[in-house]
């Protein structure tokens, strides 16, 4: 019954923007931590960012803070992933995620992204970053 979608991606410049959208149905992503997770071609998926249900804080991997921030939109039932001065390494097909339990709690990254924690994924948007 839970689906999670993504969309936003795309192809920008680098220095440029994009926003990014995860939608949820059977679930309501007010009460769970959402992560966010990337996969460049031939590496390993790895997590990105992820914001908590619970206090509200969000937490990005050294590589991209600064740079990237969550935020959401609970009347939507819908979380954002806002990336500004983009580079040609941030490409990847981006994926959003919930963990298995409402209690699961976002308190550090990379910590808290943990791949095997999180239960309902997305499909991927492919977000490429090239002059």
């Known amino acids: 019954q839970v689906q999670v979608l993504e969309s936003g991606g795309g192809l920008v410049q680098p220095g440029g923007s994009l926003r990014l959208s995860c939608v949820a149905s059977?679930?309501?992503?007010?009460?769970?931590?959402v992560g966010w997770f990337r996969q460049a071609p031939g590496k390993e998926r790895e997590g990105v960012s992820c914001?908590?249900?619970?206090?509200?804080?969000?937490h990005h991997v050294d590589s991209v803070k600064g740079r990237f921030t969550i935020s959401r939109d609970n009347a939507k039932n819908t979380v954002y992933l806002h990336m500004n001065s983009l580079k040609p390494e941030d490409t990847a097909v981006y994926y959003c995620?919930?963990?298995?339990?409402?209690?699961?709690?976002?308190?550090?990254?990379?910590?808290?992204?943990?791949?095997?924690?999180?239960?309902?994924w997305g499909q991927g948007t492919q977000v490429t970053v090239s002059s």
């Open positions: 914001i908590s249900s619970s206090d509200g804080r969000s």
């Open positions: 995620a919930t963990p298995y339990s409402e209690g699961f709690g976002c308190y550090t990254a990379p910590a808290s992204l943990k791949i095997l924690e999180y239960a309902y």
């Open positions: 059977g679930l309501t992503l007010e009460n769970y931590t």
